[in-house]
């Protein structure tokens, strides 16, 4: 079954520095999708991006960008020149992709970041 | 463009009465899902349709949950019998399609916050 770990709780961060967000996976398939969601302080869930196993490069969104570690099954999302507005929970979320049950998403439970001035 | 709408917002009801959530996808999505989110379980699936037709249950409990899927504009969630157990935000999320290069990228609704008494 696959399952997805986050270990960091929460992280505070001075405003315009640099946060790291760890996550690790586990997966039976060679063919899976990962992605990280951004949850605002008024419940909504957002998706920031999205790394395919396949693809060897990193994405890199706006000031967001992955830190993709196939071998140790890690995928760390990196949000640089933070703001204010960048506080949320952040979760990584992992989908198979090689049959039909494999289509919904599981989620770690999250890393709630605090971007103070 | 209007994203994934949700509703009611906000239900309260009360122990033993049905509750009937509600969902519209972003228009030209073929994919719907339902996830339930509480403090204790966090992000949990529940099912998801393709094309009206429904595909996987396998995290809706098995007794007093149904959704369905009558037009390809909107999905419903019923909770019948509702218990103090079932409180949680209902979420809907949609997606292009199920396919990659991006197609299954899942955009979420604001949710529905269900409390029974």
């Known amino acids: 079954a696959q399952k997805v770990t986050q270990t960091q709780t929460s992280i505070s961060v001075v405003e315009k520095t640099t946060v790291t967000m760890d996550c690790v996976y586990e997966?039976?398939?060679?063919?899976?999708?990962l992605f990280w969601y951004k949850q605002t302080a008024s419940g909504e869930i957002v998706f920031l991006i999205r790394?395919?196993?396949?693809?060897?490069e990193n994405a890199t969104v706006g000031h967001y960008s992955l830190n993709f570690q196939k071998p140790k099954s890690s995928i760390g999302l990196i949000i640089t020149a933070t703001q204010i507005e960048d506080s949320a929970v952040y979760f990584c979320?992992?989908?198979?992709?090689?049959?039909?049950?494999?289509?919904?998403?599981?989620f770690g439970i999250g890393t709630r970041v605090l971007v103070r001035p | 463009n209007a994203g994934v709408i949700q509703t009611p917002r906000h239900k309260v009801t009360g122990k033993g009465q049905e509750a009937t959530l509600w969902c519209e996808p972003i228009?030209?999505?073929?994919?719907v899902f339902w996830y339930r989110q509480t403090i204790v379980q966090g992000l949990e699936f529940l099912t998801y349709?393709?094309?009206?037709?429904?595909?996987?249950d396998s995290g809706m409990p098995k007794e007093r949950f149904s959704a369905q899927m009558p037009n390809q504009s909107h999905s419903t969630l019923k909770i019948q019998s509702t218990q103090p157990q079932d409180s949680a935000v209902y979420l809907c999320?949609?997606?292009?399609?199920?396919?990659?290069?991006?197609?299954?990228?899942?955009?979420f609704g604001p949710g529905t916050r269900l409390l029974v008494l």
């Open positions: 999320a949609s997606s292009v399609g199920l396919g990659g290069r991006g197609q299954d990228t899942q955009y």
């Open positions: 997966t039976r398939d060679s063919s899976y999708f």
């Open positions: 790394q395919d196993s396949y693809k060897k």
């Open positions: 979320a992992m989908r198979e992709g090689t049959n039909s049950a494999g289509n919904k998403l599981t």
């Open positions: 228009s030209g999505h073929s994919a």
């Open positions: 349709f393709r094309n009206q037709a429904p595909i996987d």
